[in-house]
């Protein structure tokens, strides 16, 4: 059984950047593809971003094309969500999952969930 745990949360200007982490323990993330999902206040948990084991794959929603960057260094077991340009819409909880493969994640399907971190951006 794996462990995901989110940190680089907090407030930030819009404009601004953040770097998020998804550290997994227990069970390896390779050869497992990692994504993140967001949830706003009210709002229903939306894709983010995907990255495949090999970091050969990678998909982002159109909202964070070319503003976000999702990276992994499998020796560490962490996954990073670079962030930047942030927009008060980037609001939200964000949360890591395992899953099979990319495309399987972009849908939600994945095996394991982190707690989530919080990410407000002022305007």
């Known amino acids: 059984q794996v462990q995901l745990a989110e940190s680089g949360g907090g407030l930030v200007q819009a404009g601004g950047s953040l770097r998020l982490s998804c550290a997994a323990s227990?069970?390896?993330?390779?050869?497992?593809?990692v994504g993140w999902f967001r949830q706003a206040p009210g709002k229903e948990r939306e894709f983010v971003a995907a990255i495949s084991w090999s970091g050969i794959n990678i998909a982002y929603a159109d909202s964070v094309k070319g503003r976000f960057t999702i990276s992994r260094d499998n020796a560490k077991n962490t996954v990073y969500l670079q962030m930047n340009s942030l927009k008060p819409e980037d609001t939200a909880v964000y949360y890591c999952?395992?899953?099979?493969?990319?495309?399987?994640?972009?849908?939600?399907?994945?095996?394991?969930w982190g707690q989530g971190t919080k990410v407000t951006v002022s305007s």
């Open positions: 227990g069970r390896t993330f390779v050869p497992y593809a």
């Open positions: 999952n395992q899953g099979e493969n990319v495309v399987k994640l972009t849908s939600g399907r994945s095996f394991a």
